[in-house]
């Protein structure tokens, strides 16, 4: 993982992380590896800190077209 990709997870929002994770393309490295297994963790993170009616309501703004 390089520390520009560790700072953008970290400085990202439940949001975008949520809207990169629906709409990157197949084989985005940054969700291959140790970097993909933070990310997965740091949302996670970020989903339990925001709660449902937040997470409901980001899945709404992003949808499935982004």
Do not use: C
């Amino acid at each position: 993982m390089t520390d520009q990709q560790k700072e953008w997870i970290d400085n990202a929002d439940y949001e975008l992380l949520l809207r990169r994770w629906r709409n990157a393309p197949s084989g985005d490295p940054i969700f291959q590896g140790d970097t993909g297994k933070y990310y997965q963790e740091i949302m996670t993170e970020k989903r339990k800190a925001v709660g449902n009616a937040a997470h409901v309501q980001a899945s709404k703004n992003i949808g499935w077209g982004g």
